[in-house]
């Protein structure tokens, strides 16, 4: 359903149905086929109520489509910290490659970096594994996609607050940066002081309520059989998130007090947007280990009995 109001649904609707699809073949034997029927049938019902209305006028569908894949907007708006904003600092691909080319780049490039994930969920249809998806998808379709804008990475902090009571370490450290990423538009909107405010207010409650900075062994960060090629893990990971603190609370600080060098007006947003694409794509790799290297549930529902 909501996929039919803005295509920014997509980072959230895989993972959906990867689930259900999933969950509906793994109980096929037992009444899982007419599961996945009821679906279809729920999910088609739905479109076409939504639809209907536009579909007196082959025209007027076309602009409802295109209001929700505004694709005449570009690649990305001003400086968001993903992949192709990030490049663009050094290779022009606005400029470089058609329109049409880059809709294909992303689109080739959203759909490898979220197909493992996609896989892996259909396949072993897990709570665990969906909240992983959620984040894994959401995260590639902000990096990745065609016409994406700051405020986007919400759609992927979402999913993340659904594990930071299990893994509040990796989801605070996540969830800071996903902020500081929205910088430049929370100074043009006024509301430097409330980051400030807020971004302390978090960071204070996860360290002391959920003590997300105590719980950073191999086993709280559930990379046990990633331990040997990372020694002292819990160490390089104490070390790794005050350094990323400090250098968001530099950053934050010279884009207030300072200005930039006339013949680089546009430095210190360009700073952020490379810092936090470094952080995201970490944070990628991450969350798709998590997923991709959890052992698959075997159940006997796939057996005939």
């Known amino acids: 359903m909501a996929l039919n109001y803005k295509q920014m649904e997509l980072y959230h609707a895989l993972p959906f149905f990867c689930y259900l699809f999933g969950s509906c073949l793994r109980n096929l034997k037992n009444g899982g086929l007419k599961q996945l029927i009821k679906i279809t049938l729920v999910v088609l019902i739905s479109f076409a109520c939504c639809w209907l209305p536009f579909l007196t006028s082959f025209?007027?569908?076309?602009?409802?489509?295109?209001r929700i894949f505004p694709v005449d907007r570009g690649l990305f708006e001003d400086k968001v910290g993903n992949v192709w904003c990030s490049l663009s600092v050094i290779l022009k691909v606005k400029e470089i490659l058609s329109q049409q080319t880059q809709i294909w780049l992303s689109f080739a490039a959203t759909l490898l970096t979220i197909l493992p994930?996609?896989?892996?969920?259909?396949i072993d249809p897990t709570i665990k594994g969906f909240k992983f998806a959620l984040i894994n998808?959401?995260?590639a379709f902000f990096l990745f996609?065609?016409?994406?804008?700051?405020k986007s990475i919400l759609l992927a902090a979402i999913p993340v607050l659904l594990i930071l009571h299990e893994l509040p370490f990796m989801a605070t450290w996540f969830l800071l940066v996903s902020t500081f990423s929205m910088l430049p538009l929370l100074l043009k909107d006024g509301l430097l002081l409330p980051y400030i405010c807020t971004s302390l207010a978090f960071l204070l409650v996860t360290t002391k309520l959920l003590s997300a900075f105590e719980k950073v062994s191999v086993e709280d960060l559930l990379l046990q059989r990633w331990s040997t090629y990372i020694p002292q893990l819990p160490r390089v990971a104490k070390s790794a998130f005050r350094l990323s603190v400090i250098a968001m609370a530099t950053l934050s600080l010279?884009?207030?007090a300072l200005n930039p060098p006339p013949?680089?007006?546009h430095l210190f947003p360009v700073l952020v947007s490379l810092f936090s694409c470094i952080h995201f794509l970490m944070f990628l790799m991450y969350f798709n280990i998590l997923h991709l290297w959890?052992?698959?549930?075997?159940?006997?529902?796939?057996?005939?009995?």
């Open 59 to 66: 025209e007027q569908s076309l602009q409802v489509i295109r």
């Open 137 to 139: 998808c959401s995260l």
């Open 263 to 265: 013949q680089l007006p």
């Open 254 to 256: 010279i884009s207030v």
């Open 294 to 305: 959890e052992p698959v549930v075997q159940r006997q529902l796939w057996k005939v009995k």
């Open 145 to 150: 996609s065609f016409h994406v804008h700051e």
């Open 117 to 122: 994930t996609c896989v892996k969920l259909t």
